[in-house]
Nanobody, 122 residues
Framework: QVQLAESGGELAQSGGSLRLSCAASGPAFSTFVMGWFRQAPGKEREFVAAINGGAGITYYATSVKGRFSISRDNAKKMVYLQMNSLKPEDTAVYYC???????????????WGQGTQVTVSS
């Protein structure tokens, strides 16, 4: 069974940076797409970024493109989300998720972590 655990969320200043981490357990990690989603209070969960198993292909939501960067270390079974130039609208609970293909719909991902809170103050 796969387990995903996010960390790194905290309070940050607008314009600042944070790096989120997601530790995965279970077999065949390098064969799966990994994604980051976020959910703000009262809003639906939204796609942020995804990376394929070989780490050669990435995809970003328009709202974060150029500011966020997704990466992975298959040897350590880790996925990262580097977030720069943070804005108050980036405030949300951030989740990592496992999928088979790079997709933006949450229903395409079959395993989720518990989430980590990111709060950006203005």
């Amino acid at each position: 069974q796969v387990q995903l655990a996010e960390s790194g969320g905290e309070l940050a200043q607008s314009g600042g940076s944070l790096r989120l981490s997601c530790a995965a357990s279970g077999p065949a990690f390098s064969t799966f797409v990994m994604g980051w989603f976020r959910q703000a209070p009262g809003k639906e969960r939204e796609f942020v970024a995804a990376i394929n198993g070989g780490a050669g292909i990435t995809y970003y939501a328009t709202s974060v493109k150029g500011r966020f960067s997704i990466s992975r270390d298959n040897a350590k079974k880790m996925v990262y989300l580097q977030m720069n130039s943070l804005k108050p609208e980036d405030t949300a609970v951030y989740y990592c998720a496992r999928g088979t293909f790079i997709r933006t719909a949450a229903r395409e991902y079959d395993a989720w972590g518990q989430g980590t809170q990111v709060t950006v103050s203005s």
